[in-house]
């Protein structure tokens, strides 16, 4: 049977409507006239008033994701809030609302190898560091709107998964990544010297203007090898929560619509709000606020 509730309003409404006895309007949903007055009458319970809270909370929290949150994220926002609660409720009250987490689609890169030199691979596949500034990732993607390509550098700090720096245009080249790096140094004081700094071997990652910056600032570039998306993981799996979380949810018929929804993003909510399981369910700015600075 339906919730009660729901019952009980639609028995009271079409007894209103039409002017007859609860008796005869009991008889459509198929409930007895003692059935009826026994929930009309019925005062919610402490318990099932804190299901309902429950049942707002989540659905909430799941829409302030953008839809991306499953049970295991929720609990964890609900523990910190201080709910008593198991994930596995959670995950059934989600099964009950219909809440299925979005699923991450593939992306197209847009690596094209130049004709330099590659620098060494220095990360070799650990996405990881001890502290801020000792690694960063950068990339770029792509992104389709009914103005045409706005394309996208990032840079990412492996240490607490911060975007200290990004860039948007509307041109593939170098000058789109000088200007990602640029935004991270700034960001992170000036002093950048001795971070290695690693990427795929796209063309724009191996010209000069991006070397030049790259030697003034005193990066240490670091690539990985060619068509091997397992080398810069890192990114892959960021842009593939872009895809999920933003970039999936609608069309863009814009690149100013498009670039406005990024800032948003990327810097307010990845940087501020997102919680990341590897950060012990932490916003990157938090999670670095919370680290001992090192001696």
């Not at 309003?9 to 002017?19: L, M």
């Not at 960063?136 to 394309?151: R, V």
């Not at 970039?247 to 810097?267: D, G, I, K, P």
Request: some cysteine; overall charge positive; aromatic content about 8%.
């Amino acid at each position: 049977m339906a919730d009660p509730a729901s019952v009980v309003g639609v028995i009271s409404g079409f007894r209103t409507e039409h002017g007859i006895s609860h008796r005869v309007s009991c008889r459509a949903p198929g409930v007895s006239e003692s059935w009826f007055y026994k929930h009309h009458t019925h005062q919610p319970t402490r318990r099932e008033l804190r299901r309902q809270h429950l049942i707002e909370v989540v659905k909430g929290e799941f829409d302030d994701s953008g839809g991306t949150y499953g049970s295991p994220k929720i609990w964890i926002r609900l523990v910190r809030q201080g709910w008593r609660i198991s994930v596995n409720t959670i995950a059934k009250i989600m099964a009950e609302l219909g809440l299925v987490a979005r699923k991450v689609r593939r992306r197209r890169g847009l690596t094209r190898p130049g004709k330099r030199s590659a620098a060494l691979d220095f990360v070799r596949r650990d996405f990881t560091a001890e502290a801020p500034d000792l690694v960063w990732c950068g990339d770029m993607t792509e992104i389709e709107t009914g103005e045409g390509k706005l394309y996208l550098a990032t840079v990412i700090d492996l240490f607490s998964r911060r975007l200290p720096g990004y860039a948007m245009g509307t041109r593939h080249d170098a000058e789109l990544v000088v200007a990602a790096l640029h935004m991270a140094a700034t960001t992170r004081g000036g002093d950048v010297r001795g971070v290695i700094f690693h990427t795929d071997r796209g063309s724009e990652f191996g010209s000069w203007a991006f070397t030049q910056r790259a030697r003034a600032s005193g990066l240490l570039p670091s690539m990985g090898s060619i068509g091997d998306c397992v080398d810069n993981a890192m990114m892959e799996s960021f842009w593939a929560r872009v895809q999920v979380e933003l970039l999936n949810r609608r069309r863009w018929r814009t690149r100013l619509e498009l670039s406005t929804a990024l800032f948003e993003y990327l810097e307010i909510f990845h940087n501020r709000q997102r919680r990341h399981s590897a950060l012990g369910m932490l916003s990157p700015v938090e999670y670095e606020l919370r680290t001992p600075p090192v001696a």
